[in-house]
């Protein structure tokens, strides 16, 4: 990364017109009043929503999210009894099998999506909202790692795996007596506050806030 | 000014594709930055068709040995038998589970086949120049890129079976070559929806006549046209 201005690198910034992801129609930005929405009038693509959540919803789903991640990955997520012999397994335990059954690809793949991504994206947030949030201050980098925020997010697959693990039951319940653990109701829980934390990011609302002070206000 | 262009590109601005600020390149920077964000900005998706083609095409190939492999074999008191994910689908109707088995046909049959369809179509489409449609076309593109993860599911299912069960003599489960082969058609597909440039279908479109770029309608007015 260079410096920020005057080197030529980087382009310079236009705040009073925006253009549609979708189909790069052209026109003056949108003035919007909270938990309104901008569509696209060529396409109809959303380009901007402003939620009326502010960051402090933000960031407490994001602790609660974290928590639950805690408990999900700590505590196993189905007790089973068959003929007497009790067996508990977690995401976690899954994932080793598969490593250790010679299936490397999908445990990596397992381990990338339901536990490094989610917990990446988390902590991601923390680092560009707390500081900003807290002492009004940008945290060094902070618009790469909220880049990767963004970048992220198709790529933590809390809520399928939760339907996954919905299936699995169904699955397993006429081969064994099932007791739900501590983590299939943090992973319930989980999918929830991360579901909601999505809806309540402003992320047009952290770009602004994160933009450098030589430039112009927008709206 | 650019008061008549229709398009950030015909107005030599580039969008982020990240943080969605319009920029302006300066005259001759090899690789211009987002002021804001940092991003490299592109006025298309580099080689948007090209990646598309070999992701798609890969998908499909790797979609044969996903459906023909066995994604798990599960093992009950010495007889192991190997299930297909279409054998796993049957196993829910037959235990009466049909909402589950529509949900899991669905999910990891229905969807990855109609993505690797829809994005053929959308591919052709493009490269052929085609004016059908364009707005029922993006719509589209939008779908298969947010239902992709979906397929997930049977992934995930194997790896609780995994954790579970693994009662020695009693029972075992253990995942299967397919299951390889489907969470690369998953993944890949993903990564060929993303490689997608939708406005490369917008891009065929000649603007219309008495279409202007600074609308005049009042905040808030955005609505759907078409």
């Known amino acids: 990364m260079t410096a920020r201005s005057g080197t030529g690198e980087y382009a310079v910034a236009e705040h009073t017109l925006v253009a549609c992801h979708d189909c790069d129609l052209l026109f003056r930005k949108p003035r919007l009043q909270p938990g309104q929405k901008a569509r696209c009038p060529r396409c109809g693509a959303v380009l901007f929503q402003r939620k009326r959540s502010g960051m402090d919803q933000s960031l407490a789903l994001a602790l609660t999210s974290l928590v639950l991640f805690m408990l999900a990955n700590a505590y196993p997520l189905l007790r089973m009894n068959i003929a007497g012999r009790v067996q508990e397994g977690s995401l976690l335990t899954g994932i080793e099998e598969l490593y250790s059954q010679g299936y490397w690809e999908i445990s990596a793949l397992v381990f990338v999506v339901t536990f490094l991504a989610p917990l990446a994206k988390m902590l991601c947030l923390f680092y560009v909202l707390l500081p900003l949030r807290l002492l009004g201050l940008r945290a060094p980098k902070a618009e790469l790692v909220f880049r990767w925020t963004e970048q992220l997010s198709p790529w933590a697959m809390t809520e399928v795996f939760m339907l996954g693990i919905l299936v699995a039951v169904v699955k397993l319940a006429d081969l064994a007596a099932l007791t739900p653990g501590i983590a299939l109701y943090s992973f319930a829980g989980l999918m929830v506050s991360m579901a909601a934390g999505d809806a309540m990011l402003d992320d047009h609302e952290v770009w602004e806030r994160l933009r450098s002070p030589r430039e112009a206000t927008g709206d | ?226």
């Open chain 2, 1 to 226: 000014m650019t008061k008549h262009a229709t398009t950030a590109a015909e107005a030599g601005y580039l969008l982020c594709h990240c943080c969605h600020l319009l920029g302006r390149p300066e005259p001759g920077s090899v690789r211009p930055r987002c002021p804001r964000c940092g991003a490299v900005l592109h006025r298309r998706k580099p080689d948007s068709l090209a990646r598309t083609w070999a992701l798609t095409l890969t998908a499909y190939i790797l979609y044969i040995p996903a459906n023909l492999l066995p994604i798990m074999t599960v093992t009950m008191s010495g007889r192991g038998e190997p299930d297909t994910i279409l054998s796993g689908v049957k196993e829910l109707i037959v235990g009466g589970m049909w909402p589950l088995a529509l949900l899991v046909f669905f999910a990891s049959i229905t969807v990855p086949v109609l993505k690797l369809l829809v994005l053929t179509f959308l591919l052709l489409s493009v490269q052929f120049g085609s004016r059908w449609r364009p707005w029922e076309r993006t719509v589209l593109y939008r779908l298969t890129e947010s239902v992709g993860r979906w397929s997930m599911i049977d992934i995930f299912v194997i790896t609780i079976l995994v954790a579970v069960v693994e009662l020695g003599a009693l029972a075992t489960i253990e995942a299967g070559p397919g299951a390889v082969a489907f969470g690369g058609v998953v993944v890949v597909t993903m990564f060929a929806a993303m490689s997608f440039d939708p406005r490369l279908i917008w891009d065929r479109m000649a603007p219309k006549d008495g279409e202007v770029s600074s609308h005049s309608r009042p905040e808030g007015a955005y609505r759907m046209q078409r």
